[in-house]
C-alpha cells in the first residue's frame, strides 16, 4: 500500500506518518522535512525560503518531482507533505486538520517563538504556498475533495489518531 499524508503546517501529519511507519515498519518520506533542510542549507527561515520559491519555481518543481518519483515507484511507503495525495495517482489519501491557532500552538511549542509571530509566519507561509500551487500545478490545497480521509487532530491526540488510521488503512488491506 501507498499512503499519503497531507495537511497544512501543525496540523500533526509528521507525528502522525512518523507513528504509522513505526507501526507498519515503513519508510516516510516527508516533503517538509526536505523543504525545511533546503531552506536551512541556505541559511534561511521557513518564510525566507518561502518567498524565493514564489519568485522560483524550480524550488517546488524539484520538490514535488523527487516526492511524484519515489511515490509512483514504491508500493509500501509513506509519503507525508502538503501535495502528496496530489503527486500519487494510486494512493490511500489522508488529510489532517486543525484550527489556525491549534496549528500555530504546536509550531510553537515545534520551532520556540511567539505565538503572534509564529501566527503572522504561518498566515504569510500558507498563503505563498497556495499561490505557489495554484501557478504552478493548478491545484486549489483547499480543495480536500481527492482525499479519501479527513480527521480533525485537535479532537484528537496523535495516538488516538493513529489508532483511528491503523482501523481505516487495515480496513483497506493494509501494508
Known sequence: MLLTISGLP???TTTVGKLL??????????????FRGLAKE???TLAEFGALAESDPSIDIEIDKRQSKIAN?????????RLA??????ALK???KAP????????????????????????????????RYKEIHSIDINDLS????????????????????????????GF
Not at 479527513?150 to 488491506?173: M, N, P, Y
Open 21 to 34: 511507519a513505526e507501526h507498519y515498519g515503513v519508510e516516510i518520506i516527508s516533503a517538509g522535512d526536505v
Open 73 to 81: 515507484s514504491s508500493d509500501c511507503l509513506i509519503l507525508e507533505g
Open 100 to 131: 489556525m491557532e491549534v496549528r500555530v500552538r504546536r509550531i510553537v511549542e515545534r520551532e520556540g517563538s511567539s505565538f503572534d509571530i509564529r501566527l503572522r509566519e504561518t498566515v504569510e507561509r500558507e498563503a505563498s504556498e497556495a499561490l
Open 146 to 173: 481527492i482525499y479519501d480521509m479527513v480527521i480533525d487532530s485537535s479532537r484528537w491526540d496523535q495516538f488516538v489518531i493513529t489508532d483511528i488510521l491503523i482501523k481505516a488503512i487495515d480496513g483497506c488491506g
Open 94 to 96: 489522508l488529510w489532517v
Open 85 to 90: 495525495g496530489h503527486m500519487a495517482e494510486t
Open 42 to 44: 541556505r541559511g534561511m
Open 10 to 12: 501543525g496540523s500533526g
